[in-house]
């Protein structure tokens, strides 16, 4: 049995968000390709047939809402910060 290609992708978020600690929401550019695991699986599932358990959806689930979660950040950050880009006051 091969493990699910969404399995990589959790663990990938995981690495790659946890040395930041949140001191500054990533660059629009890094949050996409976070979803880059999950458009391969989704097509690997529509297009070659691939079957997914319920582990691999459960990875996708995560992902989406990591994103969803680094995306709302990043835009009360620049609502708070009023400029159109993403900041932090490293002052306070």
């Known amino acids: ?8 992708g959790w663990r990938g978020g ?3 968000g946890a040395p930041a600690g949140g001191a500054r929401p990533p660059p629009p550019a890094t949050t996409i390709t976070l979803l880059e695991p999950v458009v391969a699986t989704v097509l690997a599932v529509v297009v070659v047939g691939e079957r997914l358990t319920s582990l691999g959806w459960f990875g996708i689930a995560l992902i989406l809402a990591g994103v969803a979660i680094i995306a709302t950040a ?17 002052q306070t």
């Open 74 to 90: 990043t835009r009360e950050t620049a609502t708070r910060t009023g400029s159109g880009a993403a900041s932090v006051d490293l």
């Open 1 to 8: 049995r091969r493990p699910s290609p969404a399995w990589g």
């Open 14 to 16: 995981l690495c790659c």
